[in-house]
């Protein structure tokens, strides 16, 4: 299994352009995540999914969108590049929740993505 | 919104020292769970605890569940240069499907 994969590993975005952070894991996990990651700093939870077809909010969505058509794919799609959105991208899969228990997080190797 | 806040933000030490990191929040957590971070990788998970005042070993490390529930330690017997990274705890609660994750102690440990 290669795990979680992330396209691309680096980008240099200007003001105003769009683009997508490519997520892809193949351990057939429902749940799927994106962070982001500012320099020094923890992980700020951007969307989830639960599964296939379902999508919902985490801590900072605002200039970013999701997708789930597939169990294995993820993408996040930003509209209109800001400097704010200088970040490092984290993607992550985790199985099915057993409730009570906390499950493993298995990230990608992050997109560094910088926006001038 | 549940906050995780960890102490200290960073820690220097030299090699064969004793250190402890702490994870505390006012919420209660189904579970809490501590990765260690290398700088250009994605984080990589060390240990779950679930109950309160759980404690687990892992070589050097021990980790300890609060007993609310609320937060955790890290304590590292000996530090070593390879102990060197960002260590983040991240708090799942049960009703959602989403962890919240800590801003992290970022360890150096110099030979």
């Known amino acids: 299994n290669a795990g979680v994969t992330q396209t691309p590993k680096f980008r240099i975005l200007k003001i105003g352009q769009s683009m997508t952070l490519q997520c892809t894991q193949d351990m057939n996990h429902n749940y799927m995540y994106w962070y982001r990651q500012d320099p020094g700093m923890g992980l700020k939870l951007i969307y989830y999914s639960v599964g296939a077809g379902i999508t919902d909010k985490g801590e900072v969505p605002n200039g970013y969108n999701v997708s789930r058509s597939t169990t294995e794919d993820f993408p996040l799609r930003l509209e209109l590049a800001a400097p704010s959105q200088t970040s490092v991208y984290f993607c992550a899969s985790s199985q099915s929740r057993i409730p009570g228990l906390g499950e493993t997080q298995y990230f990608g190797p992050g997109t560094r993505l910088l926006v001038l | 919104t549940q906050l995780l806040e960890q102490s200290p933000q960073f820690l220097s030490i030299q090699e064969g020292e004793n250190l402890t990191v702490y994870c505390n929040s006012s919420s209660v957590f189904s579970s809490l769970q501590w990765y260690r971070q290398e700088p250009g990788e994605g984080p990589v998970l060390l240990v779950t605890v679930v109950t309160g005042g759980e404690v687990k070993k892992l070589k050097r490390l021990t980790f300890q569940f609060g007993d609310a529930r609320k937060d955790s330690s890290l304590h590292i017997t000996a530090a070593q240069p390879g102990d060197t990274g960002l260590y983040l705890c991240?708090?799942?609660?049960?009703?959602?499907?989403?962890?919240?994750f800590g801003d992290g102690t970022t360890l150096t440990v110099k030979p």
């Open positions: 991240a708090g799942k609660d049960t009703n959602a499907g989403k962890s919240t």
